[in-house]
């Protein structure tokens, strides 16, 4: 063999390896780019879990301050009827009021 083709020989066995190695490192940035997606998308579903987690604890909290409203509209037509009643027999006994006219 001569010379020259040892060389080309051994400038087509540099290429062949950078090439191997080219591959080998795009194959490892590959890899590193999906792990960095992979972990924004766990991020995110966290996120997600906590906010899903707030919203049923504000639903919660909604759904008892809807009862304590419920309750305390219950107890103020209570009041006005038994203040009705209460004005219904002040007037009987001492007549009818002149405060509440306008």
Do not use: W
């Amino acid at each position: 063999m001569e010379i020259s083709q040892l060389i080309a020989l051994g400038s087509l066995l540099v290429a062949a390896i950078a090439l191997v190695v080219s591959f080998i490192q795009r194959g490892k940035a590959a890899v590193s780019r999906d792990q960095q997606i992979v972990d924004k998308l766990d991020n995110q579903t966290e996120m997600v879990r906590d906010v899903k987690s707030t919203v049923d604890k504000l639903d919660g909290k909604m759904d008892n301050h809807s009862e304590r409203i419920a309750k305390i509209e219950s107890e103020q037509n209570n009041i006005y009827r038994r203040l009705d009643r209460i004005e219904g027999r002040c007037e009987r006994h001492f007549g009818p009021s002149t405060h509440d006219k306008e």
